[in-house]
């Protein structure tokens, strides 16, 4: 049994918008752009060389992650203290490719098991030094049979330590945010929110536009289907959504 179904070309469409995006604005390095490239070409090979009898694995490492560059305080306005901070992001999802295959590979893929995305905030050190891990947590899509909402956030800590020690799974937060891409611009969004929203308002380049519009009709379409949810529960709301999957 398979998760949620995507398209193949919207989903390469996210990565390619989203790498001209982020390092034509300078919120990620050359480095970082050149592993989302490996990520899409991962995609593409899932797409073009995928079996609906397999899983395939597409992913960015925790070794090897995206990092944004430094925030020296946007991130935190009218504090006294500020310290810089630097954003990672690392993501593996299992997938098996669905639909009829035609020359440029299969149309779309499904969830199969394990989906997602990790972020963690460090504070940046000294050059060729360690940067503190301040935050971290996932947002994941609910396997078949899995608990929470379909897709959810789980602040998950990597010791048995409180708060938020590794053997706790909750809460489990709904989560507007999918795709590894959605989660990069909500860190972006977070990290930088004056200098990002500055950025994807200017109408100038086309990958500004094509980003825009495709997550404005991701958004309406999601807010409708929570909208439907809740309209229509036979429970509350909460517990509707909380349990809704999609066909």
């Known amino acids: 049994m398979c998760g949620p179904e995507f398209e193949f070309r919207a989903f390469i ?28 070409i991962g995609i593409e090979r899932a797409r073009a060389d995928g079996h609906p009898s397999r899983s ?13 560059k430094s925030s020296c305080g946007e991130y935190q306005q009218n504090k006294a203290e500020v310290r810089p901070v630097f954003g990672e992001l690392a993501t593996l999802w299992r997938i098996v490719p669905t639909g009829t295959r035609k020359s440029g590979g299969y149309p779309s893929f499904r969830v199969a098991g394990q989906a997602t995305t990790r972020v963690c905030i460090r504070l ?39 708060p938020f020690p590794s053997f706790l799974d909750v809460p489990r937060f709904p989560d507007p945010f999918v ?18 929203d500055r950025h994807v308002s200017s109408g100038g380049a086309q990958c500004v536009r094509v980003w825009r519009d495709s997550q404005k009709d991701i958004w309406a379409r999601r807010l409708k289907t929570l909208k439907t949810t809740a309209a229509h529960s036979e429970s509350t709301p909460w517990m509707s959504i909380r349990s809704w999957s999609p066909t």
């Open 124 to 162: 940046q050190g000294e050059a060729g030094g360690d940067h503190m891990q301040l935050a971290t947590w996932h947002t994941d899509i609910r396997s078949p049979g899995g608990l929470g909402c379909c897709h959810h956030s789980q602040v998950l800590g990597e010791s048995e330590d409180p």
């Open 13 to 40: 469409g996210e990565v390619q918008n989203m790498k001209r995006l982020a390092a034509d604005g300078g919120f990620i390095s050359s480095v970082s752009a050149e592993r989302l490239s490996e990520f899409q």
């Open 56 to 68: 395939w694995t597409i992913s960015i490492s925790k070794e090897l992650p995206i990092f944004t």
């Open 179 to 196: 795709t590894p891409m959605a989660i990069l611009e909500f860190l972006f969004g977070e990290l930088f929110p004056i200098e990002w």
